[in-house]
């Protein structure tokens, strides 16, 4: 799971809370509910606030302030398999979407697209064989998104009815409305 800085929202969105559980372990418990190992990358300055029953990456520093690429290349890099990557304020994702994506997942990076061509960054499964391409766009200033629409990769169709699973909560406005 990845959190970012947390800027727009004006706290760290790992301890934000639901009703009964933090953002960060409602979203551990529906990977796990799908059979996936929970690990949490995240900045120096972080780590002291990630309960120790996590899995930990720390970012690497050469990366810090790059982005999204800080978190995707510090992962991968540090556990050399295909990871599954999803911000912790994706709070209505379900285990269907995620399962979805976990059993479609080839050799290619695998997300989901709108039905009018949106490729949607995350949840995304990104191969470990799809680091070097990673670090080339990080250091070519290519963003995240431009990349994910160049490179041939997996795509799940997502109906507008599911669309609002897919939505991640960046500022406190964001959360009006939302039932979680």
Not at 84 to 89: A, E, G, I, M, Y
Not at 149 to 173: A, D
């Amino acid at each position: 799971m990845i959190g970012g800085y947390s800027r727009r929202m004006g706290t760290d969105k790992f301890s934000l809370m639901n009703v009964e559980s933090s953002w960060l372990e409602d979203r551990s418990e529906v990977l796990k509910s799908i059979g996936l190992e929970v690990i949490i990358s995240c900045r120096k300055d972080q780590m002291a606030a990630i309960p120790n029953t996590f899995i930990v990456v720390k970012d690497e520093e050469a990366l810090e302030g790059k982005g999204i690429y800080s978190s995707l290349i510090s992962c991968l890099n540090n556990r050399k398999e295909d990871l599954l990557f999803l911000p912790v304020d994706m709070n209505n994702i379900t285990s269907t979407e995620l399962l979805r994506l976990k059993n479609s997942h080839e050799s290619k990076p695998t997300a989901y697209r709108s039905l009018d061509g949106y490729v949607f960054p995350f949840p995304i499964i990104i191969p470990y064989s799809f680091l070097s391409h990673l670090i080339e766009a990080e250091r070519n200033g290519v963003r995240f998104g431009k990349l994910l629409s160049s490179v041939p990769g997996r795509v799940n169709w997502i109906t507008p009815e599911n669309e609002t699973r897919l939505k991640n909560f960046n500022r406190p406005e964001d959360l009006l409305g939302n039932a979680n």
